[in-house]
């Protein structure tokens, strides 16, 4: 028999690399065998889908895909000789591993027919066995029988894994089995810590790693290879899984690795820890809610300061080190910090105080800064804040204190008015003591104010009324005062409306001495203002000097009226739409001017102010009456007065008239008056009588003898006055 050589299995190749091709079913190879003996016969292996001539006593490596799982290796043999020939039972020598069967017939093959041999391998361990395979044969050729064998070289391999992990940068390594748990250790929240995970092919064959899963929130892998992947025998496979802790808890999780035929789990369990910080604000007795690292102080009253303590205590399972403290914000101020830096071990605390001091009404907003933590604090400050207005019409006007009020160009007489308000924006009530024009006489005056003091609650306001009424034209001011806030109030007074025409009304033609006439004045149109005046009387006299009587009912030669607002008819005293003139004794015009004002004194008179001119021309003398003032036995006087408008007089006469029985001789006496008239009316005691006189003349009378009272002869008395332009009508004085 001839000697035969078992092929030599393949060398190992060592690799962290993955193979990149799916491990099939099984492997099939071969080793050659340059003494193998020629056979009649083909013979063909297929393992899985893979298919391979094989030379007689080739030897083939069967792999399974794990220890436990067989591998199938399929011999199709054809006869290739002349005649026919027989196959026997297969024979396997050597490990229990193997184990051969026909398939099919096997007897009297003719020339091309096939028979089939199945041989498997289950492995039992990843350690690589061998054993050798023989099937006997008989050929026939019709001439010779030929015993003879055919056979083939097996070697059986599987792989084999173990695993162990690292934690990394500077963990030792640890093996562990299926079930067995990767344990990390305690970890900072927000961190990652990584674990290597190791896997090693041990075996004889190259494996599948087909999948690997990782389950636990806090546990993932990075940088997996495209799966699935071969790992060749003796080659490794590092895996990162890493635990990132999302809180102070522990956390368990699994990853599972799944192989051709194999599923290994190793448990997952770490713990995240962390220093953390909880905060504890009191004021006072009262405890103030921390939510979500903001804080509300209460209401703190501007000027006055609130403390504040404040507890750190670390609630976390590490050191918490705060290495600063700090505040800003308007109003609020560190007032006790311990030395730092400060160790907080878990449980611990310290403590520190600050204050809100608010400086305006409002919130205001600070910023504590303790170790890495920013917290938000609010605290609301209260006063009464007044935030001031005015408005005319729809336009409303803000205006601070020390600001200005305006009021549009008003016409001097008509008043102008704007709203004030004062609201309280602030966060307290306030309250309003006085309100108030600082001068006197002012133009400027309030209405609709309140009863004071009043109180504004936190945005409730209040309203009142400023009135302009100017009583000049040009620019006016003035101080409005709200307690301690001044506005400046500034206005200006135009020129009151164009005045309407004037009529005076009053007799008609020439007037006669000693008269009383009624004068009215009236306006064309009505206006708007309440108006004053004074009409005023200028006499001119023909003569020496103009008496005066001439003159008002009143007693003088000016009189006072008013006309109300949006009337036309001038009201004198009493109320009468008229007011008398005397016209005096005198010849000569009086002339009436009206002047026109506002009650407040601005000047309304137009530049040419109508007038009425009334005149007392000269007339000749006139008799008032005559009078017996002294009568003796031979003697009378007589007065006599009399009106000389002209104030000259020529002559008097008298006529006197005889009783019965008596004739009288020289009974018209004509008395020359030119000089002693003359004289008189330009003496200073004749200007207050104007042309008035009085002539007082003494008669004597002589008669025949024994007439012992010859004034008893004259019964009466006729007397006439001449001037210039004639002679009175005569007076008669009877005599007793």
């Known amino acids: 028999m001839p000697a035969r050589r078992v092929g030599a299995p393949a060398p190992r190749m060592h690799s962290s690399l993955w193979a990149l091709a799916a491990l099939a079913a099984g492997l099939l190879g071969f080793a050659g065998n ?24 080739t030897t083939v490596n069967l792999a399974a895909n794990a220890v436990g799982q067989s591998v199938q290796l399929t011999l199709t043999i054809t006869y290739t000789g002349a005649g026919s020939a027989t196959l026997g039972t297969p024979q396997i020598a050597g490990s229990p591993a193997f184990s051969a069967f026909a398939s099919g017939a096997t007897q009297n093959l003719p020339t091309g027919t096939p028979a089939t041999y199945i041989v498997v391998f289950k492995a039992q361990s990843s350690t690589q066995v061998s054993a050798f395979l023989t099937i006997p044969y008989v050929q026939s050729t019709g001439q010779a029988v030929v015993n003879g064998n055919l056979s083939l070289g097996l070697t059986g391999s599987a792989p084999g894994f173990t695993f162990g ?19 990390y250790p305690p970890t900072q929240v927000g961190s990652t810590v ?37 790992l060749n ?14 809180s102070i808890a522990s956390d368990t999780g699994t990853i599972q690795l799944v192989f051709g ?25 009262q405890s103030l809610p921390v939510n979500q690292d903001q804080v509300t102080l209460p209401d703190t009253q501007v000027g006055t300061a609130s403390t504040v303590s404040v507890t750190v205590t670390d609630t976390g399972n590490a050191n918490s080190v705060i290495s600063g403290i700090s505040i800003s914000g308007a109003g609020f101020q560190l007032i006790t910090v311990p030395p730092l830096p400060q160790t907080i071990i878990p449980g611990g605390s310290l403590s520190l105080t600050f204050k809100f001091t608010p400086t305006t009404a409002g919130q205001a907003t600070g910023f504590l800064v303790i170790g ?3 917290l938000t604090i609010t605290g609301n400050g209260l006063a009464s804040v007044y935030q001031y207005s005015f408005a005319a019409g729809t336009a409303t006007t803000p205006v601070s204190p020390g600001g200005t009020v305006f009021f549009s160009p008003t016409p001097v007489g008509l008043t102008a008015a704007t709203t004030f308000t004062v609201n309280n924006n602030g966060t307290a009530p306030g309250t309003i003591s006085a309100i108030f024009i600082g001068e006197a006489n002012s133009p400027f005056s309030l209405t609709g104010i309140p009863p004071l003091p009043i109180t504004l609650a936190p945005n409730q306001a209040v309203s009142f009324g400023v009135s302009f009424a100017p009583s000049i034209v040009g620019s006016l001011s003035g101080t ?3 307690d301690g806030a001044v506005f400046t109030l500034n206005g200006s007074g135009s020129a009151p409306a164009a005045f309407p025409s004037v009529t005076l009304s009053g007799p008609q033609g020439t007037l006669g001495p000693l008269q009383q006439v009624p004068i009215g004045l009236s306006l064309a149109t009505a206006y708007p203002l309440a108006v004053q005046g004074t009409l005023t009387m200028q006499v001119i006299p023909d ?3 103009a008496d005066p009587a001439i003159q008002f009912s009143t007693g003088n030669r000016t009189v006072a009226f008013t006309i109300p607002a949006n009337s036309t008819t001038a009201i004198f005293a009493n109320g009468s739409a008229s007011v008398s003139l005397q016209t005096g004794s005198t010849s000569g015009t009086i002339i009436l001017s009206p002047t026109f004002q506002t009650t407040a004194g601005v000047t309304l008179t137009p530049a040419t102010s109508p007038n009425l001119q009334l005149v007392v021309p000269p007339a000749p003398p006139v008799l008032v009456g005559a009078q017996l003032t002294a009568q003796a036995a031979a003697s009378l006087t007589l007065a006599i007065t009399g009106v000389a408008n002209t104030q000259a007089l020529s002559h008097m006469d008298f006529t006197f008239s005889g009783a019965s029985g008596f004739n009288l001789t020289g009974g018209t006496v004509s008395v020359d008056l030119t000089g002693v008239s003359g004289t008189w009316f330009r003496s200073a005691a004749a200007q207050p009588f104007g042309g008035q006189f009085v002539v007082t003349i003494p008669f004597s009378f002589a008669g025949p003898t024994g007439v012992t009272n010859p004034s008893n002869a004259v019964t009466s008395v006729s007397i006439t006055v001449t001037n210039a332009l004639g002679t009175s009508a005569p007076v008669t004085v009877a005599l007793p």
């Open 480 to 482: 409005l005062h709200l």
């Open 194 to 230: 990584t674990a290597l995970l190791t896997i090693l092919n041990t075996g004889t064959a190259p494996g599948v790693l087909n999948s690997v899963t990782v389950s636990g929130s806090a546990f993932s892998t990075i940088g997996l290879p495209l799966l699935p992947g071969t």
């Open 372 to 374: 890495g933590v920013t």
């Open 34 to 57: 340059a003494a193998a003996q020629a056979v009649p016969f083909t013979i063909t292996g297929q393992v899985g889908s893979g298919l391979q001539a094989l030379a007689n006593g």
């Open 165 to 183: 992990y690292t934690i990394q940068p500077q963990g030792n390594a640890v093996p562990i089995s299926d079930g067995s748990t990767i344990t």
């Open 261 to 285: 035929g194999q599923t290994v789990t190793f448990n997952l369990a770490g713990s995240g820890i962390s220093s953390q910080l909880s905060f504890q604000f009191n004021e006072g007795n």
């Open 233 to 246: 025998a003796g080659q490794a496979l590092n895996l990162s899984v890493v635990y990132s802790p999302k």
């Open 543 to 545: 003569g020496f000097a």
